[in-house]
T-cell receptor, first 116, second 110 residues
């Protein structure tokens, strides 16, 4: 049982390049989300989805796009990478949306992205 | 907007000693999570608290949500090197969102 799989684990991009961070889960969780983790700032929510076809913005959505065509996958797209997007990105899933039931999040192992 | 403040930011303890980490919210907490992150890795779920006064334990780690539901504490008894890492608290804010604190870095000296 793989849980939440993020790929790639490491990536270096040049400013202006685009790329997609992949997140796949095999737990049939309704809720999926993307966070970025920066030193001293903790985890900040980028985008989230409560189910296939439904996405919404989090705290820091600018420069990122998401889509959710299946329950299993929730890719995060960087449209035109900037040095400010250098960060560690985590995908997190939950059986139900926050506020519904007492479930915890399952996190992927993260993607470390550097934009030069 | 709701904010979570964790204290201390970092902590160095001698193996075998007890320690407490605090998480204080600017608003009432309705769902409070504790996670542990090993350096350079993902986050591992420890426990979730929802009711004021609730207390849960996981091995030698105990977390409590105070009666007013604006602060949670995480207590580790007889710390071990395996407890080292970053401890993060998270809170549901409504609108299907969860925020996290900046984390407390714990170092355990053998």
């Amino acid at each position: 049982n793989a849980g939440v799989t993020q790929t790639p684990k490491f990536q270096v991009l040049k400013t202006g390049q685009s790329m997609t961070l992949q997140c796949a889960q095999d737990m049939n969780h309704e809720y999926m989300s993307w966070y970025r983790q920066d030193p001293g700032m903790g985890l900040r929510l980028i985008h989230y989805s409560v189910g296939a076809g439904i996405t919404d913005q989090g705290e820091v959505p600018n420069g990122y796009n998401v889509s959710r065509s299946t329950t299993e996958d929730f890719p995060l797209r960087l449209l035109s990478a900037a040095p400010s997007q250098t960060s560690v990105y985590f995908c997190a899933t939950r059986r139900t949306p926050p506020g519904v039931g007492d479930y915890g999040y399952t996190f992927g192992s993260g993607t470390r992205l550097t934009v030069v | 907007s709701q904010e979570l403040e964790q204290s201390p930011q970092s902590l160095i303890v001698q193996e075998g000693k007890n320690l407490t980490i605090n998480c204080t919210s600017s608003k009432t907490l309705y769902g409070l999570y504790w996670y542990k992150q090993k350096y350079g890795e993902g986050l591992i779920f420890l426990m979730m608290l929802q009711k004021g006064g609730e207390e849960k334990s996981h091995e030698k780690i105990t977390a409590k949500l105070d009666e007013k539901k604006q602060q949670s504490s995480l207590h580790i008894t007889a710390s071990q090197p395996s407890h080292a890492g970053i401890y993060l608290c998270g809170a549901d804010t409504g609108g299907f969102k969860t925020i996290f604190g900046a984390g407390t870095r714990l170092f355990v000296k053998a």
